[in-house]
């Protein structure tokens, strides 16, 4: 979509109209989602809400379409089995035409209007290629998580034509943000940390049970460092060893 803007002696140019779409995955975040899209709703400037819902065994669901009667930008997708947060913001990426992406995760609590304001304008006004949301002065715990590895947020503003720079297999699961630093970093991207005063979010053992949190956490772990080394040369280097060794 463009728009044409008058420059004077009756010439015309022709710009992009700046389209941005939220993508929310979310996966058993019943009574938590609701919240997060009660604040993007406050929202003027998002064209579209995108929510995939993947795989969710509890109320999410419901919720989500209760919130798509109240707003029209509000698209519900949805995996029948739960695929991985890589794989749904890929699924939701995939049906919007959108310039600009914002992605955020559904359980958020303390988020309001202005830290989405505050994600975006960065990158909409060119003074930054990504946007990373950083907690401070919420929950001790998510504080320090983004104090010491601020590259794991879920909360991000980028142009949705970077994603060409970021390996897909690298982004299955919770890969998603280590493969799109990853590319960052390989790209030489302008990345601006962004604070999100008040913003928190619960940890898995808060609405997984203790067990099955460890579990969900041990396997995020385990595959961010999948994540690393199929976004990075380490990939490269080890295929290059492993050829050189046959030859020897």
């Not at 015309?12 to 109209?17: F, H, Q, V």
């Not at 955020?104 to 304008?121: A, E, T, V």
Request: hydrophobic share 40%; with cysteine; glycine share 8%.
């Amino acid at each position: 979509m463009t728009s044409k803007i008058e420059i004077g002696m009756g010439l015309e140019e022709t710009r992009p109209i700046p389209y941005l779409a939220a993508i929310i995955p979310v996966y058993d975040e019943a009574g938590r989602v609701g919240r997060v899209l009660s604040v993007l709703r406050g929202v003027a400037c998002l064209n579209e809400i995108i929510v995939v819902n993947d795989g969710s065994t509890d109320g999410t669901l419901e919720e989500v379409l209760e919130c798509a009667a109240l707003d029209s930008r509000i698209h519900v997708l949805s995996h029948a089995k739960n695929q991985g947060k890589g794989q749904a913001v890929y699924k939701g990426k995939s049906t919007t035409r959108a310039t600009y992406l914002l992605l955020l995760d559904g359980d958020l609590s303390g988020l309001k209007p202005q830290h989405i304001h505050d994600l975006i304008q960065p990158v909409m006004d060119g003074s930054a290629d990504m946007t990373l949301g950083v907690f401070q002065g919420g929950r001790f715990d998510t504080d320090l998580s983004h104090w010491l590895t601020p590259w794991l947020s879920g909360q991000r503003c980028l142009r949705t034509n970077m994603f060409r720079y970021v390996s897909e297999d690298a982004a299955a699961g919770y890969g998603i943000e280590t493969a799109l630093t990853v590319a960052s970093r390989q790209q030489k991207w302008h990345c601006q940390h962004v604070a999100l005063t008040g913003v928190h979010h619960p940890p898995s053992e808060f609405h997984r049970g203790v067990w099955s949190g460890i579990k969900a956490r041990a396997e995020m772990y385990a595959q961010i460092l999948k994540a690393f080394y199929l976004a990075s040369s380490w990939k490269r280097f080890i295929r290059r060893l492993r050829l050189r060794m046959q030859f020897d």
